[in-house]
């Protein structure tokens, strides 16, 4: 599995497991559990969730495919807006520990700006981190203007990632917001890296360069995510056969003429766009 190397040095798979909406169902619990250990043992090691994802339900799950193999996991949780106060950080953060059966977390984000104070939120997870109870910390959906604030705190420079949407046809980060992180040395993790709905990977573009590459739409999707060697992609994998399908998908390096073809149907930015979210 490819690498990406996080700003502290910290090598992390390209293509890791995300649990939007795993763990809801008890009837597809087995399946779902199956299919992310099965991804750990294809690389897929880094594991995305957050207290968000089923109100617990989803790290719960986690809990289970991780017992026994918290070693090879870069588990990563995020926490609401609400809960990110100077004493909400710290209860949020024990409650996502004891729901993954974990002393630590190796990326605690914040899933969203909201309505407490960033300097609150940043303080708080700099006290976690010099307990031991998260190893690093980042922000998603955070914008240019948000980063920009976020890193002239104090101890703001500490900010590992900023987890946004990207995809082909969610590519407005590219505009600022990506060479923003790149000139700071600092990774993006791209949530929903297949679109959402399926209406992505109808595109007759990504079908015409999977027929070139013998892959899938799917495959050349996660493919174009990590062209450039600083991009982690997050896709959500509830089968066995997707687990695969997105472990090959890493070793698949898209032409010129791939690239251009994607960006005739998904055109890159001409101007500032507002940041897109789920």
Known sequence: MAQITLRDGTPVPAIGQGTWNVGDARSSAAGERAALRAGIDRGLTLID???MYGEGKSERLIADVIAGQRERVFLVSKIYPHNASAAGVARACAAS???LGTDY???????????HPLAETIAAFERLRAAGDIRRWGVSNFDTD???ELLALPEGGQCATNQV?????????EFDLLPWCRRHSMPIMAYSPLGQAGDLLRSPALAAVAQRHGATPAQIAL??????GDVIAI????????????AAAAAIVLTERDLATIDAAHPPPRRKQPLAML
């Open 165 to 173: 949407l990207y995809h082909p046809d969610a590519r407005g980060i």
């Open 235 to 246: 896709p959500k994998a509830a089968t066995l056969d997707h687990v695969n399908e997105n």
């Open 97 to 99: 520990l004891r729901r």
């Open 223 to 228: 493919a174009w995510c990590l062209r450039q």
């Open 49 to 51: 969730t957050a207290e």
């Open 146 to 148: 948000d980063m920009t």
């Open 105 to 115: 977390l190796d990326l605690y984000l914040l899933h969203w700006r909201g309505s």
